[in-house]
């Protein structure tokens, strides 16, 4: 069965610095998001991403954050200054159907970002 | 504000018995519910979606239940096992975003 792929599984940074988290989706999807999770609390989100532009956002992602889908298959999520706080398990997910409440969303495993 | 909220953080059971677990939401009206279940360090699962106009659903040992005026949704597990013990999450969606509730970490002990 087709899954989302996350790259890195970990990454560490120091603050400050920039980090790039990224996903494969699967093939055939429409929608894109960006999820958190800070150890402990719940699955939060923060971009939609949708016919190459984003969809809606969170106020979770404000300036210091990006998405980007360069390619027919990579979506990113650009840290610019890391701070503390954004240590957190970062997941992607995809969807299949544009407009349709009654879709599933597909996640990857997550990429858990520490920042030092 | 919108919110979607689940009972209790955690609910300890014995193997065998009944898992019922409860979603409550305040200023959504949606026309779906879903459920999705999360294991340490995994992200979450999509396990069933209900319609606003079912009144239930049923996949194996799961069964989901939607009562809109009660804006309430109710998911049991039957039969429970050890390999059910996870995190199960109650979603929604926003526009076109799914927002999820903070979940309920269910024990099943054998």
């Known amino acids: 069965e087709p899954e989302v792929t996350q790259t890195p599984s970990h990454q560490v940074t120091q603050m400050g610095q920039e980090v790039i988290l990224r996903c494969v989706p699967i093939?055939?999807?429409?929608?894109f998001y960006w999820y958190r999770q800070i150890l402990g609390q719940k699955v939060e989100f923060l971009v939609s991403?949708?016919?190459?532009?984003?969809?809606?956002k969170s106020e979770i992602f404000d300036d210091q954050f990006s998405v980007e889908r360069p390619d027919g298959s990579n979506f990113t999520l650009k840290i610019r200054s890391t701070k503390l706080e954004d240590s957190a398990m970062y997941f992607c997910?995809?969807?299949?159907?544009?407009?349709?409440?009654?879709?599933?969303?597909?996640f990857g495993n997550g990429t858990r970002l520490t920042v030092t | 504000s919108q919110k979607i909220e689940q009972n209790s953080e955690a609910l300890n059971i014995q193997e065998g018995k009944t898992a019922t677990l409860t979603c409550n939401y305040t200023n959504y009206s949606p026309a779906y519910l879903q459920w999705y279940r999360q294991d340490p360090g995994r992200g979450p699962v999509f396990l069933l979606l209900?319609?606003?106009?079912?009144k239930e659903k049923r996949k194996e040992r799961l069964k989901v239940t939607f009562d809109t005026t009660l804006k309430q949704s109710l998911f049991h597990i039957t039969a429970s096992q050890p390999a059910d013990s996870a995190t199960y999450l109650c979603a929604l969606y926003n526009n076109n975003d799914m927002r999820f509730g903070a979940g309920t970490r269910l024990t099943v002990k054998p």
């Open positions: 093939s055939n999807h429409l929608y």
């Open positions: 991403f949708y016919n190459n532009e984003i969809s809606e």
């Open positions: 997910a995809s969807r299949d159907r544009a407009n349709s409440r009654n879709s599933p969303l597909h």
């Open positions: 209900i319609r606003e106009n079912e």
